[in-house]
């Protein structure tokens, strides 16, 4: 059997995933502002899960696609991931 080249649960982490400090303390990465992002782009991202997270949710925010992840949180409300 071939593995996935993605695996779904993270991105549906990605999705619940809150910011952990700073302004935007407690919103949902795709609810953090644009402007945010580029700071950290240009400062750099955090280390480790949260700023594979941020440099995602940033990109898709480029691309116009961040309303996916309020989807995904939308269609899974009753499986939200535990962190």
């Known amino acids: 059997m071939e593995e996935p080249l993605f695996d779904h649960h993270l991105l549906i ?3 619940w995933y809150k910011m952990p400090f700073g302004a935007h303390k407690g ?9 945010y ?6 400062q750099g991202f955090p280390a480790g ?3 594979a997270y941020m440099q995602s949710v940033f990109d898709m925010k480029v691309n116009g696609i961040e309303g996916m ?3 995904i949180r939308r269609n899974t409300v009753n499986d939200r991931p535990v962190f």
């Open 13 to 15: 982490e990605m999705a």
């Open 27 to 35: 919103k949902f990465l795709s609810e953090v502002p644009e402007s």
């Open 37 to 42: 992002y580029i700071w950290f782009r240009r």
């Open 49 to 51: 899960k949260l700023g």
């Open 69 to 71: 992840l309020r989807e």
